[in-house]
């Protein structure tokens, strides 16, 4: 349990930096369109639905290790990468925003792995 929860606290606060305009969060922004707003207009309903999957990732992955299931890890996030993709092409976002989102989502996974790994 404490690899679930360090994974997801340290995959949640990625998310801070990876949608920050220093790294990939204006050109994702302009790509979904929308803007990115101050520290005022944060998005709370948003945060806290993805804090809650960010911790049932973590808990999958969690359970995955504890069964050295690893393969069953890999075509779970494989599944949500390719219906994430599939949602954004509806949506019409850029590919460059695509990409954003399942790469996160991709790094938020090697973060859970290796603290399961390591603790």
Request: glycine share 10%.
């Amino acid at each position: 349990w404490i690899a679930v929860g360090i994974g997801a606290v340290l995959s949640y606060l990625l998310g801070w930096f990876w949608y920050s305009p220093k790294l990939f969060g204006t050109n994702w922004a302009e790509g979904v369109g929308v803007s990115l707003g101050d520290a005022s207009e944060m998005p709370v309903a948003a945060m806290l639905v993805q804090a809650l999957g960010t911790v049932s990732l973590a808990w999958i992955v969690g359970v995955t290790a504890a069964n050295n299931a690893l393969l069953t890890l890999c075509l779970i996030v494989v599944t949500i990468i390719l219906l994430m993709a599939a949602g954004g092409l509806y949506a019409k976002k850029s590919t460059y925003a695509i990409l954003v989102e399942v790469g996160f989502v991709a790094a938020m996974t090697v973060i859970m792995v290796v603290c399961q790994a390591i603790l």
